[in-house]
């Protein structure tokens, strides 16, 4: 019989080495569901799931601290229990409340600086043989590969976002020097693809700036243009450099935050306000975190939404302003 040709190319990217460590990972041991994960703040993330009976799919989103891999990653329980039911913070995890699990594996995958970046883990309905256990130092190894391969391409990645800010200075607000509308949505669109391909986190502020109207009508538009760009500037200020400032409209500006959850957007909200107050500006901000299963779409429309909200309160209620 014919031999097949070993196939020796390199990995694509991250994703492709993770399915191909999947598929390895599920014919040499046979769990249900195999899953590379990635953990943001209170979110489970699976970026890429070899499902054969769970019905979990790329982009499902668990609790992270109901996870057997929280546990595991504290040191509160092994990697390979092949009866989950024998380990007592296992068996209290809120995750059983959604999968049935009789038998685990899992280990850290981190990046090149030690932090952790998500898990490399398995499960199946019914228990094992403790034969898995011998396992553990191929899957620890396969979890030390694509931590390399992954650190290799989030320095890639860094510099990818240094030439697309350089290329947005082709694509400018003329009068404010901020990312005009077209650029915004090429932000948008390449953000969108990192976040699903690695589980970033990011967020949208949407500002709409109170009173062009009546500055341009009450003493004239050279008033107003120097508002438009008082606002740009209080942006700029604010952010950090990987954001993108963008000016969408007459009156409208958006921030896009990278790596940017729930915390740090709270936190880049607090120095809007107060940038805001140091550059004499009032306008309304509206806020959103991006959905691992919706996009970066609607996290625009949940921010504009939000923003919204916010003005039409301070015409409500003036004195919030």
Not at 58 to 75: I, N, T
């Amino acid at each position: 019989m014919d031999q097949q040709p070993i196939d020796t190319q390199p990995f694509s990217d991250f994703e492709s080495a993770s399915r191909a460590v999947l598929h390895f990972l599920r014919g040499r041991i046979d769990m249900d569901l195999w899953m590379m994960t990635r953990t943001e703040g209170s979110d489970w993330i699976v970026l890429q799931a070899d499902d054969h009976g769970y019905g979990v799919q790329d982009g499902a989103v668990f609790q992270w601290e109901q996870s057997y891999c929280y546990r595991m990653v504290r040191g509160e329980g092994p990697s390979v229990a092949p009866k989950a039911s024998e380990v007592p913070l296992y068996v209290k995890a809120g995750i059983n409340q959604k999968v049935e699990i009789g038998a685990y594996i899992g280990v850290p995958v981190c990046t090149s600086d030690g932090s952790l970046f998500g898990t490399l883990c398995a499960i199946d309905p019914s228990p094992r043989d403790e034969a898995i256990r011998n396992e553990l130092p191929i899957i620890e190894l396969a979890a030390k590969l694509l931590g390399t391969v992954l650190s290799t391409e989030l320095d890639a990645q860094e510099s990818e976002r240094s030439r697309e800010r350089s290329e947005r200075e082709a694509t400018t607000d003329a009068l404010t020097g901020v990312v005009n509308r077209r650029g915004w949505n090429a932000a948008i669109e390449a953000e969108e693809s990192r976040a699903r391909r690695y589980g970033n986190p990011a967020s949208i502020v949407i500002v709409d700036l109170d009173g062009l109207k009546e500055v341009n009508d009450t003493r004239g538009h050279a008033d107003g243009d120097e508002l438009i760009c008082r606002v740009a500037g209080a942006l700029t200020d604010a952010v950090r450099s990987p954001d993108v400032v963008a000016r969408l409209g007459g009156d409208e500006f958006g921030v896009l935050a990278v790596e940017c959850g729930a915390t740090k957007l709270d936190r880049l909200v607090e120095r809007l306000r107060s940038s805001f107050v140091t550059h004499d500006v009032s306008a309304s901000i509206g806020k959103a975190v991006r959905d691992p299963e919706k996009g970066l779409v609607h996290t625009l429309s949940e921010a504009d939404r939000d923003m919204y909200a916010e003005k039409k309160a301070r015409r409500t209620h003036p004195s919030r302003e």
